[in-house]
């Protein structure tokens, strides 16, 4: 008798995220993205009472390239840091000096 293969693909993991985690890094009002949501535009599910989107869904519904608004977010968060260090260095040199006096 020959022996038989079978293929089987492995599924694909989808990663998720909350409607706030989308209005944290996108310029888009809540309600707007629930319109999206309520028009079938943007693919969710229910958990619960929470409503999670497929990861990178919105950004394909607004014709934003994934990688490009990474990077843009990347490096704005960069830019904060480094904002952050510098307001940090100028109060210790501020208390440095006060402290000197």
Known sequence: MPERHTTVEAPVKQR???INDVLERLPISK???YRLIRNGDIPA???GRKILLQEGAIEKVMGIPIT???NDLAIAELD???SDIENSITEISKM???KER
């Open 68 to 70: 490009s608004l990474a």
């Open 31 to 33: 309600t707007h993205l």
């Open 45 to 47: 599910t229910k958990l």
């Open 16 to 18: 998720w995220e909350s």
């Open 96 to 98: 440095l000096a006060e």
């Open 80 to 82: 904060k840091r480094l």
